[in-house]
């Protein structure tokens, strides 16, 4: 065995890769072209995948899984999992509605939120966010509404054409009314993650929603905050976390780089 051998053999392994607010849709034609390249090749470069919500700007049902854009998206997702990619997936605010269809089209493994995973023999503790953002109490009960099964069933009764009509006209709203609030009451509680934190019995957490990417050490533990994409404005955004099998952390831009001050090894 050569020298450069040696050093390739000594290279840490890529386990995991985590992503958040990627927020797809036919109107961010260079943020959907920059994750699927992503998927093609760094993806495959891991063994797993985690989304952590927000895939896609909305999700109105299972049923939609037709449309010509989100067929793409999904046939992507498949092409990763067909190739050995483990996918697993925890919901987000904008597409809770994700079901089993999807999950057996794109070879995904639904996870609640939160949930509790060991990678590289780190014990994480993994969701999308929002449930920890108690101080805006007005989306907390919006939350607690459509997270209803009884409210979603009713919801996913109603014709496909006139389920995107209400979606888009709660987006409209959303954006006037995030428009009003305080930015602060709009990132996680402290409380809210000392109790997860307690709950999981970890010491790490990953999380997305705020799209505020950053390390935050919460009295010895660290709290990793995944950025959200959007690739459709003079000012990129988007990356991922990855995890090493000698249990480095690493949070990345688009362009691979580490996000100053986020890497623990």
């Not at 036919?26 to 063994?47: D, E, G, I, N, Y």
């Not at 989304?51 to 037709?66: K, S, T």
């Not at 939350?143 to 109603?158: A, G, H, I, Y």
């Not at 976390?241 to 100053?260: A, H, P, R, T």
Request: aromatic share 8%; charged share 25%.
């Amino acid at each position: 065995m050569n020298s450069q051998q040696s050093q390739e053999l000594a290279q840490p392994e890529l386990v995991a890769l985590f992503v958040s607010d990627i927020h797809l849709s036919p109107a961010l034609p260079k943020t959907t072209s920059a994750f699927l390249a992503f998927l093609k090749q760094k993806a495959t470069q891991a063994k797993q995948l985690y989304i952590l919500g927000d895939l896609f700007e909305y999700w109105v049902g299972d049923d939609d899984i037709a449309d010509d854009y989100n067929q793409e998206i999904v046939s992507a997702l498949e092409v990763l999992t067909t190739s050995g990619v483990e996918l697993f997936w925890i919901a987000g605010n904008r597409d809770f509605l994700v079901g089993s269809l999807f999950a057996e089209t794109t070879g995904a493994k639904l996870l609640p939120d939160p949930s509790t995973v060991s990678i590289a023999g780190l014990n994480i503790v993994i969701c999308h966010g929002d449930a920890q953002c108690t101080d805006d109490t007005d989306y907390i009960k919006f939350r607690t509404m459509v997270r209803n099964p009884e409210w979603q069933k009713q919801f996913l009764s109603r014709p496909l054409s006139e389920r995107k009509l209400i979606v888009q006209s709660m987006r409209m709203n959303s954006k006037s009314e995030q428009a009003k609030k305080d930015s602060d009451i709009m990132d996680v509680n402290s409380d809210a993650i000392a109790k997860l934190f307690e709950a999981s019995a970890c010491y790490i957490m990953i999380h997305g929603h705020t799209h505020r990417p950053a390390r935050h050490p919460e009295m010895g533990k660290y709290r990793y905050v995944l950025p959200d994409w959007d690739v459709d404005t003079d000012k990129h955004r988007g990356g991922w976390l990855g995890i090493f099998d000698d249990g480095k952390i690493i949070l990345s831009d688009l362009n691979g780089q580490e996000i100053e001050g986020t890497v623990i090894s």
